[in-house]
């Protein structure tokens, strides 16, 4: 095998420099969502292709970690790898600090590339004193032969009539926030968060709008690391009048190695890897001490926290993308409907249909994430993606799940609908009728909430999931994530019972997304985009409401109207008027009529 | 003035020791919400009688700090005596240690017994390197002449019949949570703690059925510190034959010097006193900074965490205690409208009125807290308290909120209703029957909610704030706040928007009570007493609901029907009915067709 080959060599490597095992993460050196194919080390080594798992080699063993949602692809993808799986937080599972101490700990080799410095400090104190951590560089270089080429793509601009502000105005903005912290070097390795403070966009990685870059922002300019060849005309243009000062790539760690001492060095400790930490600390020797002392986290988020607040014209650019989404979304379902007695449909052929129906848009710049189209049981485990083929046949009753977005150039979308098909005259089993109808509850209690300023998501999570609480049931997911505007699907902030600091502003655009799944049965999830808006300002203060965004009818035959009081209802029925009412424009005659006589029932 | 002259003697104090300032607080030693009378040093010398402030004496200039519920009251209580009011969190005020740091810093000295560990160093690291922090131990039982004595009253045992466990069942469950760090001595500041972990009840505290003490829990044994003479018989053979170890009260610091040094102090840092944490580690030089490295803050919560969740004796006394409260309120509201037309009612003949109705039950032990009766405006203030005399007359309509509760041997009771007057054929104005229901609503949201296991506090707040958000309305306290088993009527868990780790778990006694305030006009407040107990354990879990135990009936005349859902109707007609029914054993004839009358209109 291969693998196994590749393992020796590694080993290997492990002796010559004297160390005990090495720690392969599954993120790339910006720790974003996706990864490059160049940067998958990890997959390419252990056999295991899913997007969440850290494997470690030591010098006679070898374990991968990942998540429950893995268990049962890493148990099939490992075996006779000799990769031992390691359940995480499961009971009795030891964490990979456990394994290395238990292993007699000893010298463990990283990427330092690959590994945050925050990620970096916490391991190395629990390995502390038994073992202990040494960054060194990519060994995968020499090592994987066929290794895929690191793939730089085009960087388009985003003009000003799209992204509604400019770079100068952006960069004022992050250098009000920091005003207390002058002089400073502001170190970016998000790629989105570039993307947005230049108003660029690549397609470095797969779904997101992203090319892959650095930034250093300091008071007088903005210095962007990127592969300067691709750099379209009008974006170069662009960047110079703006005052940002373009680098090489590859140039990002010598940059960041000649920071002047007396500088403050502002980042997020999760996000800088611990190879450019170390290349920004260079010339602060002793003072450096003091330098990392100043460092402040929250600072760090400076322009995450810009970026979650979209403008008038991003949200503008939204609106749109979710009216030409929501008339894709709409023939999609009519041709659902005039097909699915003729047994042809697949989940795979309902995914490319909608794509296709996207395509008709000349905006449409490709999907936000890997379409999700999942019967019945499929539906049930959260992360379903087509193994084989078409999937499964829409042949017999029950749900099928549709969780699809897109990019257009001005918006992001991310809607879920969960469809049922029945034969004519047969009835919905009572529980599954329920269940639908909980979710719904959920969406419209969260949809209709009224907050005040300084609301964080967490206080508002129950308003989504209390319905189905009262029957004992729950989704393990969060209930909401902040959207990108032609970004990452998946930003800041978000809504979910774990605590987070953020709290909900004007202009953020989120999804409002409570579910259930049923294992074994299916998986029920009804997935809004909504943007926090001002409601009133009282003697008490400021409040807030959330706008929904999102214009694709929601199914109300799978409605137990008995559970809906007249507010929800009303809110039901307003909701699928008012999306026709949007989309009328965009839908022939006999596309309203089917509209009307489906989602005008009750 | 006769504080004029204490000020000058402790400035000569300061001059001796060569310090620039004296900060004194509020609290004493014990840092529980009252404190006695002997340790109110800032009130003696400031005049100021509000229950929260810190005086601030340097060589020159003196400032006060306290926040926004006395503002109005510290300003015409400092007026004259040369100390300036700090209206706390306004913008503009200096904190303690900016005001000391812009007076030039030096050294500041601070009695080591009523700083907490936490207090002192958070506030010596604000002040560094300008200013630094010196404990001292009271200066005012030299300078402080007439200061009043420190009494210690008799300690009566409450027994397993009521406490439902028994002292070495408690001792044995703490050392169950500290199992990992044996050998240890867990040092117990908190008097309420000290009361529940030894079965014991004292009053040297106002409306707080504690005794001044302290305790050492080891492995083997309680130690407990506190007045021995005052201990009676039945509670000192009860806690020698349960493993507890008698001390005198001022032996505490003593004891903690001598523990030894291969043992591991456990300790909540934000209750133990800077003199003790002192004397504590005085054994442990070196060996010392590792010592407290191990300490761990939420270990030291171990006792307040097993005391809140109550057993199923405790519940129960809880529940007798509530019955009995409730007749007394019943008898006190038919007193009331029996009365009212009279015009000879006011604030405080109310007050009076029901400590009267309560101690016809021989169990009764006294008032909870200081009872608030207050009448329209004198409701908007959250903190009000009868001046002068009888407070108003009950001659206006509108609006009168009282918030009252006793304490029974067997359980702690804390209730809120607000009542409305008005002349026959007279309506209440709209807006006051709008805020009155989404109060109700409020109560009656959180009352009904259904969640899983390790749900923390501020999940729930917002089912009780979000029909008040609604309207743009708030308030500015907490939702709901533990009560304590005869103790404190303040304890943990709480449910507010603040967040707290402390997750809500079967047997917490906790009050629910949403609010809204207008200024000038009436204060609004329905607070019910409810238990956490299981609702139903599914696949996904276990579930929990509250199950309400407060026996007072809600008044139903004040709302706004039109504003209130089926479902909360039917809860609003239940519960005053169940209260009937409960009571009815208790209540004449007469009192039971009045109360049908009154409360089965809608």
Same mark, same amino acid.
């Given at each position: 095998?291969?693998?196994? /080959? ?39 080594? /252990? ?144 790629? !989105? ?29 903005? %210095? ?7 750099? +379209? ?26 920071? +002047? ?77 005039? %097909?699915?007695? /003729? ?18 848009? /000349? ?202 009081? !007249? ?8 909701? %699928? ?26």
């Amino acid at each position: 095998m291969i693998r196994q /080959s590749y393992l020796s060599s590694l080993r290997g490597l492990l002796s010559q420099k004297g160390a005990a095992a090495m720690i392969i993460p599954s993120n790339d050196c910006h720790f974003g969502e996706y990864v490059p194919e160049y940067f998958q080390v990890r997959k390419f080594l /252990s056999g295991f292709s899913g997007s969440a798992g850290t494997l470690v080699i030591s010098l006679n063993e070898a374990a991968l970690w990942t998540d429950s949602r893995y268990f049962i692809a890493a148990e099939a993808q490992l075996k006779g790898s000799g990769i031992a799986l390691m359940k995480e937080k499961m009971e009795g599972t030891l964490t990979i600090a456990q394994w290395i101490i238990e292993q007699g700990g000893g010298k463990v080799l990283v990427d330092g590339a690959l590994f945050s410095y925050s990620a970096f400090r916490s391991l190395a104190s629990e390995l502390f004193p038994v073992a202990c951590l040494e960054a060194i560089s990519d060994p995968f270089i020499d090592l994987w032969t066929e290794r895929p080429k690191l793939v730089f793509h085009t960087i388009e601009l985003m003009p000003e009539n799209i992204s509604g502000k400019s770079v100068e105005k952006k960069h004022a903005e992050v250098v009000a926030k920091l005003a207390c912290k002058k002089p400073f070097a502001y170190i970016i390795s998000a790629c !989105d968060e570039i993307m947005w403070l230049c108003n660029i966009r690549g397609c470095d990685i797969e779904y997101n709008s992203v090319a892959l870059s650095y930034a250093v922002v300091t008071t007088q300019e903005i %210095n962007l690391f990127c592969n300067l060849s691709n750099l +379209s005309q009008p974006a170069k243009t662009y960047l110079l009048s703006q005052k940002v000062v373009l680098h090489e790539y590859s140039d990002f760690g010598s940059f960041l190695s000649k920071i +002047s001492a007396d500088t403050i060095r502002v980042f997020d400790p999760s996000a800088i890897n611990i190879t450019n930490y170390e290349a920004a600390f260079t010339t602060v020797d002793e003072a450096g001490k003091e330098a990392v002392s100043k460092y402040d986290p929250t600072i760090g988020g400076t322009v995450a926290m810009l970026r979650c607040r979209k403008n008038a014209v991003e949200v503008a650019g939204f609106k749109k993308a979710l009216l030409y989404d929501g008339v894709a979304w709409v023939k999609l379902l009519k041709y659902i409907d005039d %097909n699915v007695q /003729s047994a042809a449909l697949t989940e795979g052929c309902i995914s490319e249909k909608l794509i296709a129906l996207r395509k008709e848009f /000349s905006d449409y710049c490709g999907e936000s994430f890997e379409p999700i189209v999942a019967l019945n049981a499929n539906a049930a485990s959260a992360h379903y993606s087509i193994e084989d083929g078409q999937g499964a046949k829409i042949t017999t009753r029950g749900f099928m799940l549709m969780d699809t977005g897109a990019h257009y150039y001005y918006g992001t979308t991310d809607t879920t609908r969960t469809l049922f098909f029945c034969e004519p005259d047969s009835k919905l089993c009572e529980q599954m009728k329920v269940d639908y109808t909980l979710v719904l509850k959920g969406v419209i209690a969260l949809s209709k909430a009224i907050f005040p300023v300084n609301t964080r998501g967490s206080q508002l999570d129950i308003l989504a999931r209390g319905p189905m609480y009262a029957t004992g049931k729950m989704y393990y997911h969060g209930t909401s994530h902040g959207i990108g505007h032609r970004l990452c699907v998946h930003e800041s902030p978000q809504i979910r019972k774990e605590e987070s600091p953020i709290v909900l502003d004007e202009g953020m655009v989120m999804s409002i997304e409570p579910a259930v799944y049923i294992e074994g049965k299916y998986g029920i999830r009804t997935e809004n985009m909504a943007v926090v808006v001002p409601y009133m300002t009282t003697e008490f203060g400021k409040f807030f409401r959330f706008e929904t965004l999102t214009l694709v009818p929601i199914e109300s035959a799978a409605v137990d109207f008995g559970l809906l009081n !007249d507010d929800e209802k009303q809110w039901l029925k307003s909701f %699928n008027e008012n999306v026709l009412d949007s989309l009328a424009p965009y839908l022939s005659e006999s596309e309203k009529q089917w509209y009307r006589n489906k989602y005008y029932g009750k």
